[in-house]
């Protein structure tokens, strides 16, 4: 069992920046694909960035150029640093990790969320 713990939410001016955390812990298997997704009221969850264990990066299109995720295969953490926020950007996110005994049978897990709200 994966536990995701996040950090770094908070509210933000538009043009602001932000930092999230996602610190993962008890897996037994290998962490392969990290990523934050987002949901605004009355909008279904979306992916906004994703990251391999080898690097391999992807993001939506609406945070290319202002979000860059990374992350630290030896902490099982990874980050999202989210510059030039735009209200549109509020939201919970959340830190999704997958998990298994090997890429072909993968577990989903989630953190509890984390609000970014970003003012006008």
């Known amino acids: 069992q994966v536990q995701l713990v996040e950090s770094g939410g908070g509210l933000v001016q538009a043009g602001g920046s932000l930092r999230l955390s996602c610190a993962a812990s008890?897996?037994?298997?290998?962490?392969?694909?990290m990523g934050w997704y987002r949901q605004a009221p009355g909008k279904q969850r979306e992916l906004v960035a994703a990251?391999?264990?080898?690097?391999?990066?992807h993001y939506a299109d609406s945070v290319k150029g202002r979000f860059a995720i990374s992350r630290d295969n030896v902490k099982n953490t990874q980050y999202l640093q989210m510059n030039s926020l735009k209200p549109e950007d509020t939201a919970v996110y959340y830190c999704?990790?997958?998990?298994?005994?090997?890429?072909?049978?993968?577990?989903?897990?989630w953190g509890q969320g984390t609000q970014v709200t970003v003012s006008s």
């Open positions: 999704n990790a997958r998990s298994g005994p090997t890429q072909w049978d993968l577990k989903d897990y």
């Open positions: 990251i391999t264990s080898g690097g391999s990066t």
């Open positions: 008890g897996s037994a298997f290998r962490i392969y694909t």
